[in-house]
T-cell receptor
Framework: RKEVEQDPGPFNVPEGATVAFNCTYS??????FFWYRQDCRKEPKLLMS???SGNEDGRFTAQLNRASQYISLLIRDSKLSDSATYLC??????????FGGGTRLMVKP | DGGITQSPKYLFRKEGQNVTLSCEQN?????MYWYRQDPGQGLRLIYY???????QKGDIAEGYSVSREKKESFPLTVTSAQKNPTAFYLC?????????????FGEGSRLTVL
């Protein structure tokens, strides 16, 4: 079983829609979680950290559910520019970051 | 401007040849990493270094080698022993080697073996 698993998508949504991605992790001792965004053929960039209490940054909300071992990313009022692959990242047993395979989002006009 | 520079951006190699990918950072970060990304897959850790003159194997180190002689530089050599080297290679750095800091990535090097 992969340490961090994501639905690869693609999620095709119209502009203005709300879309949510989930990601599950297998290491119950994981302490740190992040969402990275990766545009096509580009490097990943940090979108937001995920805190136990949840956190919000504009249209983006990230939440952590330790009991069920998943994290989520909610995007409200989707923009065309949100089209990208979203990588779920958690810390592994060696306290290194481990990446999920990514969820591809396509926002259509 | 501070950042991470990878070169070359695109590289073609014949089977049996070694190739070295360059990674330089001027962020004064202690930790540096090499990841490999295959189409539709997540990043897999090849090697990492938390301090100069020290580095550790990641999950897929076989067929690769690294050095960390300077804080700013962490070159990766893809050797002929790597069975399937065609991939997108990403170098990253962070302030610490622990999983609580942001990773800053270079723009990547796309290696194709002919």
């Amino acid at each position: 079983r992969k340490e961090v698993e994501q639905d690869p998508g693609p999620f095709n949504v119209p502009e203005g829609a709300t879309v949510a991605f989930n990601c599950t992790y297998s290491n119950s001792a994981s302490q740190s979680f992040f969402w990275y965004r990766q545009d096509c053929r580009k490097e990943p960039k940090l979108l937001m950290s995920v805190y136990s209490s949840g956190n919000e940054d504009g249209r983006f909300t990230a939440q952590l559910n330790r009991a069920s071992q998943y994290i989520s990313l909610l995007i409200r009022d989707s923009k065309l520019s949100d089209s990208a692959t979203y990588l779920c990242v958690g810390s592994n047993a060696g306290n290194m970051l481990t990446f999920g395979g990514g969820t591809r989002l396509m926002v259509k006009p | 401007d501070g950042g991470i520079t990878q070169s070359p951006k695109y590289l073609f190699r014949k089977e049996g040849q070694n190739v070295t990918l360059s990674c330089e950072q001027n962020l004064n970060h202690d930790a540096m990493y090499w990841y490999r990304q295959d189409p539709g897959q997540g990043l897999r850790l090849i090697y990492y270094s938390q301090i100069v003159n020290d580095f550790q194997k990641g999950d897929i180190a076989e067929g690769y080698s690294v050095s960390r002689e300077k804080k700013e530089s962490f070159p990766l050599t893809v050797t002929s022993a790597q069975k399937n080297p065609t991939a997108f290679y990403l170098c990253a750095s962070s302030t610490t080697g622990l999983a609580n800091g942001e990773l800053f990535f270079g723009e990547g090097s796309r290696l194709t073996v002919l």
